[in-house]
């Protein structure tokens, strides 16, 4: 079974360009999670949806950022305009039930903003 | 402010010996924790998990030890192996969350 997609594997833009991570879940699950991580704050959660639906945001650091979920295979993150300090590993993850469970996490997107 | 604490960075254990990663929590809301082992340009993967009702759980060599009146868990690996380094991220959530909140992780290096 194929696992959590993240694209693209990698990316280097400069500050002020607008970046966009993709996800595409596991098939059937219901929730799906945005983390960030890095070296001062680690695995940090960005935004999490339950069956499409985002349920908390308080997570995303500013308004640049943003995600949506149009549909259950199928997710972005957005960041517009990025700067240096975006820089980081993005993961996308889901989950096959709302509330309990352990996460399955994607390979991540390093992006560096320079 | 972070809810989940390994205090640890890193953590050297020679090939044969015990690692004991540690990890504290400070919401007493928690009641399902996880640990998650990562390596290098993968995504973190489940290794094991401890309910609340329980204060022990065991896989193989992996074994989770949760103490609430401490708000401490423990994972102890027996015995350890050059293949076990890489980071493990501890990881809480309460029932009627949804979300897991991750420790910053701890470097394990296991030398031969």
């Known amino acids: 079974d194929a696992g959590v997609i993240q694209s693209p594997r990698h990316e280097v833009t400069e500050m002020g360009q607008e970046v966009t991570l993709r996800c595409k879940p596991i098939?059937?699950?219901?929730?799906l999670f945005w983390y960030r991580q890095t070296m001062m704050r680690g695995l940090e959660l960005l935004i999490y949806?339950?069956?499409?639906?985002?349920?908390?945001d308080s997570g995303m650091p500013e308004d640049r950022f943003s995600a949506k979920m149009p549909n259950a295979s199928f997710s972005t993150l957005k960041i517009q305009p990025s700067e240096p300090r975006d820089s980081a590993v993005y993961f996308c993850?889901?989950?096959?039930?709302?509330?309990?469970?352990?996460?399955?996490f994607g390979e991540g997107s390093r992006l560096t903003v320079l | 402010d972070q809810q989940v604490k390994q205090n640890s960075p890193s953590l050297s254990v020679q090939e044969g010996r015990i690692s004991i990663l540690n990890c504290d929590y400070t919401?007493?809301?928690?009641?399902?924790f996880l640990w998650y082992k990562k390596y290098p340009a993968e995504g973190p993967t489940f290794l094991i998990s401890?309910?609340?009702?329980?204060d022990k759980n065991e896989d193989g060599r992996f074994t989770v030890f949760l103490n609430k009146s401490a708000k401490h868990l423990s994972l102890h690996i027996v015995p350890s192996q050059p293949g076990d380094s890489a980071v493990y991220f501890c990881?809480?959530?309460?029932?009627?969350?949804?979300?897991?909140?991750f420790g910053k992780g701890t470097s394990l290096l296991v030398t031969p």
């Open positions: 993850a889901s989950r096959a039930q709302a509330n309990t469970g352990e996460l399955f």
């Open positions: 098939s059937g699950h219901n929730s």
């Open positions: 949806f339950n069956n499409n639906v985002p349920i908390d």
């Open positions: 919401n007493s809301m928690f009641d399902y």
């Open positions: 401890i309910s609340s009702i329980k």
């Open positions: 990881a809480a959530s309460a029932v009627t969350g949804y979300a897991l909140n």
